[in-house]
């Protein structure tokens, strides 16, 4: 009788092969599974100037880009063409002065960008008019009630259709971050408003949880004054907390509730500080484009902020 070598092939049992399949479907699910996830949140920043996206949320944008999940994109309604005195100063006309403004306040902000790691190409600047986006205002009930100019109105609706553009198809939820309707900066509420009418057609359209972040850069005065912002001079504090105590508290206009949101940044103080510097403009002043009367201690006082606060809602 002829012996069968133990090196001899035997036919696999039925069995063994569909455990090995098995085995490997689970293998290639494990494989999917570390892939990296794609974006499942977008954050759309809604700025009034050049500078304001690091004094609102310069360490909360930092982290959003690395965090893996989110997307992030920038609008501008103005680019600080206001920041120089009136006048043509050195160039030809006052228009040449200011085109030369902006073009330098937008490569600051482009600057910035790269501090925080977030690709230039993901900004949008409209150029409305810097300081002339409000008619006229008054305090009513506590809050500011604005009448828009004509360019203020064509901000709020423009960006009510640009910003649910700018949100990917894949997104699970958007949080939008702006100034706050109660800042003593006329073009800050206007981008609240206009924050605030993408973010609805954001919910309205996509039926996406929608959060709207919002924070005061300039405080009103205890009594009114002619023109914005005299505040500066006394908010915010030096230090590192944002001193919720310093906002005016007046009959007029009694201080805000305190910030839904206090969060720790104080291990991103230097990247706060270096996106900051960035805006030179507006630390050291350019005396070629008569930007004469720069706000150094202001600024100097929101880099030493180891907090970034917000009012919530929730649309």
Request: hydrophobic share 40%.
């Amino acid at each position: 009788m002829r012996t069968v070598s133990r090196l001899q092939r035997r036919p696999f049992p039925p069995i063994l092969i569909a455990a090995l399949l098995a085995a490997l479907a689970v293998g290639c699910g494990n494989d999917s599974q570390d892939r990296p996830r794609p974006a499942t949140r977008s954050l759309v920043l809604v700025a009034p100037h050049p500078d304001d996206e690091t004094i609102l949320a310069g360490a909360t944008l930092f982290r959003a880009a690395r965090d893996g999940r989110t997307t992030i994109q920038a609008i501008y309604l103005t680019s600080g063409d206001a920041s120089g005195l009136p006048g043509s100063c050195f160039e030809p006309s006052e228009e040449e002065k200011k085109r030369k403004i902006v073009e330098l306040r937008e490569e600051e902000t482009r600057a910035v960008w790269d501090v925080l790691g977030v690709d230039p190409s993901r900004l949008h600047f409209l150029r409305y008019p810097d300081t002339r986006l409000v008619e006229s205002s008054e305090l009513s009930g506590g809050r500011r009630v604005d009448v828009l100019s004509e360019a203020g109105e064509q901000a709020v609706a423009e960006i009510s259709q640009l910003l649910p553009d700018l949100v990917p198809e894949e997104a699970e939820e958007l949080v939008v971050i702006t100034s706050s309707f109660w800042d003593a900066h006329g073009d800050h509420r206007t981008a609240y408003r206009a924050a605030r009418a993408g973010a609805e057609a954001v919910r309205n359209e996509r039926g996406i949880p929608v959060t709207l972040l919002h924070s005061i850069v300039h405080d009103e005065m205890p009594f009114e004054v002619p023109f914005c912002c005299m505040g500066d001079l006394f908010w915010p504090r030096p230090g590192p907390q944002d001193d919720y105590g310093a906002l005016t508290d007046s009959p007029a206009r009694p201080r805000p509730p305190f910030w839904d949101r206090v969060d720790d940044v104080s291990d991103l103080a230097t990247v706060r500080t270096q996106a900051l510097l960035q805006h030179d403009s507006q630390i050291n002043g350019r005396p070629d484009l008569c930007i004469l009367f720069p706000m150094k201690r202001f600024m100097e006082n929101w880099t030493e902020k180891a907090q970034e606060v917000f009012h919530e809602e929730e649309l």
